[in-house]
């Protein structure tokens, strides 16, 4: 729900939604812990992120000469609402065209070729960003001919001159958005759902190891900050988080990125499968005298990261949270069950001849057919749905999967 309530939001023209400061700091960290010439050099766009409020723009201005980077390009999406309502330290501009009840207009692009302490204060700070702006010494702060949609000719000249993106683009265009920045050989770290993963032009992409998730725990929602002042009372209890009294919409979001980080480089440790059978901490897993096997996949059902068998050399399905401990060099990826990722683990049969039932013995209307290509097996849990056919034989669908396989050591 949370999730549903981010993407929706973000459809809706007046309303914005601001990653934390902690956040971009906390993964921007992480690949210079990796690598400490990451960014050294190089150009980095933020192009859906309004320089006023935006908090990547902060964090890169700020952080300008401590990461070496050669220039920071910044366009906002569109014109802002609320401008001058989060960073709050730019002001009036005279360049800016006006209208009533508006601080600004029109979209905007910042172009930062290098910041010091222009006002001898003796500290760096986004006092010092706006002087120089504004003084137009060697940086450039002009309003774009259009709207700043990342597709117009005006951000994609942008692009092209870029090295590495880094922002928040908008959950609905997220495809679009991907698929351009692939089309111009970009580097990036960006933010969008966790059910981005199954998109059938994202999967690809991650199964061939060009783009796989940031270093943030798929564990920890992300906080978003919203411009409008949000009634807890009037959203579901998952969308929600207040923090020191302040009301912060809760979302399910993760970044991907093609910057590699040592996270992904670090083996994940398991037990053997018989080790898991006596001693897994899932019930699911143990005291069976097995694993289970999938009806119409020949692979075996691990339901949790930790319980993936060490010694076993066969395909196994895992839920897509694997992807937050994935090291490509321990597994290889071979698909997924969404429709059209899994031609190497093709599925075995169909189920169109089967309808689904709810727990109270209630048809719902829906035909087997509706579980074809997902990960089937065998029985009644007693929890969800289920698919029965005229013998009388029941399966259930597990949730995602994704397909996966020890790495072969040559």
Known sequence: ??????TNAKRVKNDEFYTQYGDIQKEIEAY??????????????????????????????LNFNKLGLKQLITTSYKPSPIANTQLGLFGDDKTLTKSKGRPKINANKFIINEVHDIDGDGEFNLKDVAKQLKANKNNEWTPLDGDGDFRSDECINLLKQSDIVIT??????????????????????????????????IFPLIKSNRMWVGTTSFNK???????????????????????????????????????????RHQPLPLMTMGDNLKYSKHKEIKGKRKYDKYDNYDAIEVPFTDAIPSDYDGVMGVPISFLDKYNPDQFEILGATQRGCHDEVPDTKKYDDYWEV????????????????????????????????????IIQSAYQRIFIRHKKII
């Open 358 to 393: 709810r727990q109270n013995g209630k048809k719902t209307g829906s035909s087997g057919g509706k579980t074809n290509e997902n990960a089937n097996l065998v029985g009644n849990d007693g929890k969800k749905n289920y698919f029965i056919n005229n013998e009388g034989r």
């Open 32 to 61: 210079l812990d990796y690598n400490p010439d990451v960014f050294r050099d190089k150009v980095v766009y933020c192009n859906c992120d309004d320089p006023f409020e935006s908090n990547f723009f902060r964090y890169f201005a």
């Open 221 to 263: 929602d992300m906080l978003f900050i919203s411009p409008e002042k949000v009634d807890p009372a009037n959203k579901p209890k998952t969308a929600t988080r207040t923090v020191d009294g302040v009301v912060y919409l809760r979302s399910p979001s993760i970044w991907f990125t093609n910057l590699d980080h040592g996270r």
């Open 168 to 201: 928040n683009p908008p959950f609905s265009l997220f495809r679009e958005y991907v698929k351009q920045l692939f089309d111009y050989d970009k580097k990036f770290v960006i933010i969008s759902n966790k059910n981005a993963i199954t998109y059938k032009e």
């Open 1 to 6: 729900m949370a999730n549903n309530n981010l």
